[in-house]
């Protein structure tokens, strides 16, 4: 199975940014729709934004003009720019892999993200 392994998370202060990318294992990358998730302690897992082969985006009215979701189809990631953080955005981020014609879905490891002063 076609593994997704998420870094680059960490911890900051408010205002503050972070890039967490995640890699797939193997180069089918361009059949995959992909998304960022996040789970806060107690909370249910929702979405932050999402990421088509073609580039179209979709973000969650929380992080829209701070949070930005690019995918390189050639090197096999996509990544989430986060600025203007706030400890609201403190989560577990996930990578959500869903294959465009069999919607099989994978899921990455998470990379915890905490935003604080």
């Known amino acids: 199975q076609v593994q997704f392994v998420e870094s680059g998370g960490g911890l900051v202060q408010p205002g503050g940014s972070l890039r967490p990318s995640c890699a797939a294992s193997?180069?089918?990358?361009?059949?995959?729709?992909m998304g960022w998730y996040r789970q806060a302690p107690g909370k249910e897992r929702e979405l932050v934004a999402t990421t088509t082969t073609g580039q179209s985006t979709d973000y969650v009215d929380s992080v829209k003009g701070r949070f930005t979701i690019s995918r390189d189809n050639a090197k096999n990631t996509v990544s989430l720019q986060m600025n203007s953080l706030k400890p609201e955005d403190t989560a577990v981020y996930y990578c959500?892999?869903?294959?465009?014609?069999?919607?099989?879905?994978?899921w990455g490891q998470g990379t915890q993200v905490t935003v604080s002063s």
């Open positions: 959500r892999a869903e294959h465009m014609t069999t919607r099989a879905v994978n």
């Open positions: 193997e180069s089918v990358f361009w059949m995959y729709t």
